[in-house]
């Protein structure tokens, strides 16, 4: 199962993406436009944010999401263990320490710019047949979607004293419309084939690795599959080091139709009840 890692200054650059969606889910973006020191200055400032004890100031809000979600606080649909991350849900109206805002806002802004064009890729190399059936253009889905959240995730170093089973993340796919995710520090990211495999997601430093979430595989008429994938444990001597990743997971607006069963609203209340979060 090949990942392509698509250059975005390529001409052929919205249909290497597509196409790599199609055929396995995720795509790995270079070239892209989000400013990297701006990322490294995110990834320094979150750090010191969760080696604070402080933090706990912060505790989410159950019924709005926003805010820190502390270690051991969320499991994989039908996975018995808690994965072993703790992670900070940033929304732009939403809970966050001050000193972190001005960055952690620009990055945010960054990437949901980036997301409204690969939406706009999606769609123009989607199939007619695929195209018509979604209620309205992909990019419009998300617009002045109070939904998008930008997740900054640490991975603490094991302790040895985790529960047998427990990993990083669990299997799991991805709720929202497309995820993209701001390579992480470390590797771990697998991606699973249809049979069953799991392999490697290699998202060198720099790299923006975009995966399909349940709502367009839903939306597409599964012509877009959301594919399972997860993070494993690091071994040896990588297991003393903490790992961090940042996803934006783009929401449409509650209202937006995604399937003649559910809109975005009514889906994700489903899925939030199944993973303990709400
Ligand atoms: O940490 C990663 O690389 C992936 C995280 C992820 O899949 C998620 O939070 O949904
Ligand atoms: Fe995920």
Request: charged share 25%; aromatic share 10%; proline share 6%.
């Amino acid at each position: 199962m090949q990942v392509t890692t698509v250059d975005c200054r390529a001409d052929d650059a919205a249909q290497q993406f597509t196409a790599s969606l199609r055929g396995t889910g995720f795509a790995i973006l270079k070239n892209h436009p989000i400013d990297s020191s701006l990322v490294e200055q995110v990834y320094a400032d979150w750090a010191r944010f969760f080696a604070n004890p402080n933090k706990r100031d912060f505790l989410f809000d159950p019924d709005d999401q926003d805010g820190f979600f502390p270690y051991l606080s969320e499991n994989a649909k039908d996975h018995a263990q808690k994965d072993l991350k703790e992670f900070f849900h940033y929304y732009p109206w939403g809970k966050c320490p001050d000193y972190l805002r001005a960055d952690t806002d620009r990055l945010y802004g960054q990437l949901r710019a980036l997301a409204s064009i690969l939406l706009n890729w999606v769609e123009d190399n989607s199939p007619e047949q695929v195209r018509n059936a979604y209620s309205m253009n992909l990019s419009d889905m998300i617009n002045e979607s109070p939904g998008t959240l930008m997740r900054i995730l640490n991975y603490p170093a094991l302790q040895g004293s985790e529960q047998p089973n427990a990993i990083r993340a669990a299997a799991h796919e991805d709720i929202n419309l497309l995820t993209c995710l701001v390579a992480s520090t470390e590797p771990g990211l697998q991606v699973q084939d249809v049979k069953g495999n799991w392999h490697d997601v290699d998202c060198d430093p720099g790299n923006i690795a975009v995966n399909v979430g349940d709502m367009l595989e839903m939306c597409s008429g599964n012509y877009f599959p959301s594919t399972t994938h997860r993070v494993v444990n690091p071994v040896g001597a990588d297991s003393k080091k903490a790992r961090m990743s940042i996803p934006l997971f783009l929401h449409p607006r509650a209202d937006v139709v995604l399937s003649e069963k559910h809109t975005a609203g009514s889906y994700l209340t489903e899925r939030l009840q199944e993973l303990g979060l709400k």
